[in-house]
Each structure stands twice: as structure tokens, then as C-alpha cells.
């Protein structure tokens, strides 16, 4: 299908369903997913978001931000991560436990408010990575429409800025419980240490980046165009004060940059 193919397709899959409850997290794709969803179902859609000790605050409160302009009726709710058993612990399954939590307190919002379908922003793309998540989406029946429409990232970036959405150039996102090594238990003061570390690096002006949490070390990965910004004498001894003080010991630069789902490397025959 073309591009607008792809579009139309997804407006009448929307339209079809009827009412829908978006789990909004304020990324490229379900702020995209919103958007049209809002455009042709109206007040019969809602945007639900779930802040846990994984979503960092700036997302958050970019999200409130994005999605007032939308218009949409914007529900947030907890749903934390680290009180499910199994979670902390870290297993390669571990978005299993995240989304069926998270796809559940979403399915109870809809149904008070006589919202019939669940979806979620997951895309074509997606389908050529690991992710556990999607067994708990079928499980709990909660729909893809991006994904059924074909959609790949760089077709809802080109759209989104389209729709002068301010997220079509948004650096790609994950949870901060993304950032560790599978079998390393996820604590609250790890995660609060990536997230100050990575706020730390954006505030300096660097936008695709992770910083994964290997115990006392923290690797950096940054995306292709800002390896020589960063490769500066004194820049990097700021960071790697900065780092320390926030309580690694060691600070390195991962010499393959920034990819998704860089902790699956290590999975095999998944």
C-alpha cells in the first residue's frame, strides 16, 4: 500500500470500531495514534496514561502538554511496575508483565466509561523485534492499529508532521526499565539514577540517547551525528563527573551508538 493507502485505511479501521481507549504514553506513535483516533471518533475516544517509577517525569509532562492540544479527555492513572511479581527481577519477558498490567487498569477505564476497544501504538516495525508486550495485548484483545494499517515509524513520523504534530521529530522512546541488562533486579533508586542521568545528557543538548545501567557503570549510547559533539575532552569529563556524582563508578561511551533494543543482543533464538 502507499502512504496514503495506508492512511485511509487506518481512519476507516478507527471509524469501524466505534469508541476507543488509547494507553497514551506521548511517543511518536500513540500521539499519532491519538490524533487520528480524535479526528474521527471525537469525544468517543480517550487517551489513558499510566506514570509508574519507569516513566520518567519530562515524558509525562510532555505528554499532558501534547495531548491538551489535541483536545482529547486525557485519564491518568498508576500502575506500577516494580509491585508486580516477577517484574523487579528483570526476566526476558519482563514487558509481558508491564503491559498486562498496564492494558488492564486501561480495559477497566474504558468500561466505565462505555469505551468498547483498547488500543495500543505499537507499529509495523515492531514486528521485527522482540517484544513480549504483544502477547499481553492479545491476550487482553487490545487492538494495533497502526500495525494492521502497516504503518512503519517513518510512516507516522512523515504524517505526523502533516498533522504539525510536535512529536513527528521525537527521538524514539522506551520505559527506563529498558535500560538494564535482563536478570539485573530493577530497583527505584536504579531507575531514579538513569533517569537523572539521561535528563543530565538532554539538558546538555544530546537527543537520541540511552544510558543502560550495568550495575557500578553506566554505558552511553548516542546516536550517529552526536558521537563527535560528545567526543570532547572536556565535555566528557563534565559527564563523567556528573555520572559519578550521581552514583556510577565508571562511565563509557558504546562505540555502536544508539539502537533500539540493544539489550536483546544477548537473547538468543527468541
Same mark, same amino acid.
Given at each position: 500500500?502507499?502512504?496514503? =493507502?495506508?492512511?485511509?485505511?487506518?481512519?476507516?479501521?478507527? @471509524?469501524?470500531?466505534?469508541?476507543?481507549?488509547?494507553?497514551?504514553?506521548?511517543?511518536?506513535? #500513540?500521539?499519532?495514534?491519538?490524533?487520528?483516533?480524535?479526528?474521527?471518533?471525537?469525544?468517543?475516544? /480517550?487517551?489513558?496514561?499510566?506514570?509508574? #517509577?519507569?516513566? $520518567?517525569?519530562?515524558?509525562?509532562?510532555?505528554? @499532558?502538554?501534547?495531548?491538551?492540544? /489535541?483536545?482529547?479527555?486525557?485519564?491518568?492513572? =498508576?500502575?506500577?511496575?516494580?509491585?508486580?511479581?516477577?517484574?523487579? *527481577?528483570? $526476566?526476558?519477558?519482563?514487558?509481558?508483565?508491564? +503491559?498486562?498490567?498496564?492494558?488492564?487498569?486501561?480495559?477497566?477505564?474504558?468500561?466505565?466509561?462505555?469505551?468498547?476497544?483498547?488500543?495500543?501504538?505499537?507499529?509495523?516495525?515492531?514486528?521485527?523485534?522482540?517484544?513480549?508486550?504483544?502477547?499481553?495485548?492479545?491476550?487482553?484483545?487490545?487492538?494495533?492499529?497502526?500495525?494492521? #494499517?502497516?504503518?512503519?515509524?517513518?510512516?507516522?513520523?512523515?504524517?505526523?508532521?502533516?498533522?504539525?504534530?510536535?512529536?513527528?521529530?521525537?527521538?524514539?522512546?522506551?520505559?527506563?526499565?529498558?535500560?538494564?541488562?535482563?536478570?539485573? +533486579?530493577?530497583?527505584?533508586?536504579?531507575?531514579?539514577?538513569?533517569?537523572?542521568? =539521561?535528563?543530565?545528557?538532554?539538558?546538555?543538548?544530546?537527543?537520541?540517547?540511552?544510558?543502560?545501567?550495568?550495575?557500578?557503570?553506566?554505558?552511553? *549510547?548516542?546516536?550517529?551525528? *552526536?558521537?563527535?559533539?560528545?567526543?570532547?575532552?572536556?565535555?566528557?569529563?563534565?559527564?563523567?563527573?556528573?555520572? +559519578?556524582?550521581?552514583?556510577?563508578?565508571?562511565?563509557?561511551?558504546?562505540?555502536?551508538?544508539?539502537?533500539?533494543?540493544?539489550?536483546? *543482543?544477548?537473547?538468543?533464538?527468541?
Amino acid at each position: 500500500m502507499t502512504l496514503q =493507502e495506508k492512511y485511509s485505511f487506518l481512519k476507516n479501521y478507527i @471509524k469501524d470500531l466505534g469508541s476507543l481507549a488509547v494507553a497514551y504514553s506521548g511517543g511518536v506513535d #500513540s500521539t499519532f495514534l491519538l490524533k487520528v483516533a480524535y479526528d474521527v471518533l471525537g469525544d468517543k475516544v /480517550i487517551a489513558v496514561t499510566a506514570t509508574s #517509577s519507569t516513566y $520518567p517525569q519530562r515524558e509525562f509532562e510532555e505528554a @499532558k502538554r501534547w495531548i491538551k492540544d /489535541i483536545g482529547a479527555t486525557h485519564i491518568i492513572i =498508576e500502575s506500577e511496575e516494580l509491585d508486580i511479581e516477577g517484574f523487579t *527481577e528483570n $526476566p526476558t519477558n519482563r514487558c509481558y508483565y508491564c +503491559k498486562k498490567e498496564l492494558f488492564h487498569k486501561v480495559k477497566e477505564e474504558a468500561l466505565q466509561r462505555n469505551i468498547q476497544y483498547v488500543a495500543d501504538g505499537s507499529n509495523f516495525d515492531d514486528l521485527g523485534d522482540y517484544r513480549p508486550g504483544m502477547q499481553a495485548a492479545a491476550e487482553l484483545s487490545v487492538v494495533s492499529p497502526l500495525k494492521l #494499517s502497516k504503518m512503519t515509524k517513518e510512516d507516522i513520523r512523515i504524517l505526523s508532521k502533516e498533522l504539525d504534530l510536535p512529536t513527528w521529530s521525537k527521538p524514539a522512546f522506551a520505559c527506563l526499565s529498558s535500560r538494564f541488562p535482563y536478570g539485573h +533486579k530493577i530497583t527505584r533508586e536504579k531507575l531514579s539514577m538513569v533517569e537523572r542521568a =539521561e535528563n543530565y545528557l538532554i539538558d546538555l543538548g544530546f537527543r537520541q540517547l540511552r544510558v543502560r545501567h550495568h550495575d557500578d557503570t553506566a554505558r552511553i *549510547e548516542l546516536g550517529e551525528k *552526536e558521537f563527535e559533539r560528545f567526543v570532547d575532552k572536556d565535555l566528557m569529563r563534565q559527564v563523567g563527573k556528573e555520572f +559519578k556524582e550521581i552514583g556510577f563508578t565508571y562511565v563509557t561511551l558504546d562505540l555502536n551508538g544508539y539502537r533500539t533494543g540493544s539489550m536483546n *543482543e544477548v537473547l538468543k533464538d527468541i
